[in-house]
């Protein structure tokens, strides 16, 4: 089983609808979980990071914790052509020595 | 300017050459990270540093060493490149108080 696992996509969305991108992570004493966008051949930038359960909301995005079930989620509301992207989950886990892990990303596709 | 640059941007070289990248930074960060990208395997940590006199082995460390010459630089060396060393190589920061995480743009290494 991987750390952290993310469907790979494509997931293709008509613009202004909501995309939503799914992430699950393995360690149950990760503390610290982060959304990075990545557009081809750029650098990954954050989108936001949360770091205990529920739903936390900055702009168009939220995103939604449960430690409980392992896994942390990603909305877009109102997509647009420009959230066309690799959409990267990380988890901070200190099971045993300190690890930042990476899940492989979801390609999203919205649609115009 | 960039908070986090990395040169070269692009390097093409040959099998047994000595490689160095390097990354510097202005965010007053103490945290540095190198990572590896390559399609389908996402992001990977190469070593990471949490201070000056601490460096620390990442996941996939066979055939890479690092240098920290100060707060602000962080480098990363292929003593021997060999081909299957060609990716996207990442330099990182992060905020010690949130562990986001900030990229730099990225070195395109091929090794011929």
């Known amino acids: 089983q991987k750390e952290v696992e993310q469907n790979s996509g494509p997931l293709s969305v008509p613009e202004g609808a909501i995309a939503s991108l799914n992430c699950t992570y393995s360690?149950?004493?990760?503390?610290?979980f982060f959304w990075y966008r990545q557009y081809s051949g750029k650098s990954p930038e954050l989108i936001m990071s949360i770091y205990s359960n529920g739903d936390k909301e900055d702009g168009r995005f939220t995103a939604q914790l449960n430690k409980a079930s392992q896994y942390v989620s990603l909305l877009i509301r109102d997509s647009q052509p420009s959230d066309s992207a690799t959409y990267l989950c990380a988890v901070i886990t200190r099971a045993g020595t300190y690890k930042y892990i990476f899940g492989t990303g979801t390609r999203l596709k919205v649609l115009a | 300017d960039a908070d986090v640059t990395q040169t070269p941007r692009n390097r093409i070289t040959k099998t047994g050459k000595r490689i160095m990248l390097e990354c510097s930074q202005t965010?007053?960060?103490?945290?540095m990270y190198w990572y590896r990208q390559d399609p389908g395997l996402g992001l990977r940590l190469i070593y990471y540093?949490?201070?000056?006199?601490?460096?620390n082995k990442g996941e996939i460390s066979d055939g890479y060493s690092v240098s920290r010459q100060a707060q602000a630089k962080f480098s990363l060396s292929l003593e021997s490149a060999i081909p299957n060393q060609t990716a996207l190589y990442f330099c990182?920061?992060?905020?010690?108080?949130?562990?986001?995480?900030?990229f730099g743009p990225g070195t395109r290494l091929t090794v011929l």
């Open positions: 965010k007053g960060h103490d945290r």
């Open positions: 990182a920061t992060s905020d010690p108080r949130t562990s986001e995480q900030f």
């Open positions: 360690d149950r004493v990760s503390q610290s």
């Open positions: 540093s949490f201070d000056v006199k601490d460096i």
